[in-house]
């Protein structure tokens, strides 16, 4: 692997990182960042959080069968009309921020072509998103946001299309510290890919004499000019790649200088490579930027209790370290953390002490310009059979659109209404276009 100083040293024609001191100024704009956070597998929202009503909870626990948690061990929160509810107990992180109203959660989101109720949905009287259980599918279009037909960009990459204008280099505009993603795909915009725990970077290269020979060959190969356009354009991206590669290499390895402690954990060194990124943001020439993070193993078709507890104890931790660390840096209106996953899960549980694919599910959107402690959208009858139950089996038909959930975090971000409208295809179609999470 090269490290991170030889491809520094072999790099010496390209810029340093100083190149790109700029202030979030020189755009005239302030610094905003989005940071989506996907759960893959389809996230058991059921058991994030669970209403504490008597009622509703009797309805939550008989459906629920060995999958319930128990009432007492639920962490209470409670809305401003007074509504009660409990968050998993691996999520003491996000009860504390939901508290000081710095976390919010927008309930039963889901891919949907127009509002759709259950009625509609069981005599197929409205237009339904394309595969709407299978895992790929509506992964597709969660990060693409069309329902019914393939994409090759998703809503954050041409959120970026739009954020790439306001950055003085636009090559950090769009980060996946995730590998490649369609979500971060625009249609200029390309996301930059971090090697999170890891020198980002060319590999087989090393600081040996021989080894730094062929890497100096290699760039002064990229570097010449034989007259042909398209092997020009190929060799200005590879330079362009590495030179990419080089600041964020710098930027996210060695000493943090961060006094926010991160979890050891899959999510959390993601999340803290974004910190780094985002204390480096004057030095970058960004004034806007998208990130991609994700967390694997919520598909939980068997031993769902263990499992789910496990992974919320990855999730809750790193995304308070993540909100601590936008307040040590001084961004903490201007960041936005949220979390996106496939589909929920059914309320009823399945034979192997698991849970099956639902439909809608509920998300968490955290930061200091959000406006927390409290539900926003429809919280679904917690019921088997009940009017929200699309199958019989617990499967929410969405109330609130994944459209509507990405609309007001693009308006957030800056967008106007029509360039919102423009990104996303299906917006019109919901009479609510504002959900009023953000402020």
Known sequence: MLTRRSLL?????????????????????????????????GNDSNNVIVPLGAEQYRGYSSARGGLALPQASLLPVTTPSGAAYGLHPRLADLQQLFNRKKLAIVANVGMLTRPTTRDQYRQRAAPLPSNLFSHSDQQTQWQSSYPDTSSRTGWGGRTADFAQQLNTDRGFTAVSLSGNTIFLEGKEARPALVAVGGVTGLSGYNDTAPSQARLRGFLELLNINEGSALVQILNDTALEGLRISQVLSAATTGASGLATRFPATTLGRQLESVARIIRMRGDLGVNRQVFFCSLGGFDTHINQLATHESLLSQL???????????QELGVE??????????????????????????????????????????VYGQFPVVATGGPDDATGRGVWVPTTSVDQYAAALAAWFGMDESAVAELLPTLANFPQQSLGFLG
């Open 316 to 326: 809750g931790p790193a995304l308070a370290a993540f909100h601590a660390s936008s």
């Open 333 to 374: 209106n201007q960041v936005t953390a949220f979390t996106e996953s496939e589909f929920g899960r059914t309320l009823q549980p399945s034979s192997g002490a698991g849970s099956d694919h639902g439909w809608g599910s509920h998300h968490l959107v955290v930061g200091g310009a959000v406006k927390g402690g409290d």
């Open 9 to 41: 040293h072999s790099l010496a024609a390209a810029p340093a990182l100083g190149r790109w001191r700029q202030t979030a100024s020189a755009a005239g704009t302030e610094y905003k960042a989005l940071v989506c956070v996907f759960l893959f597998g």
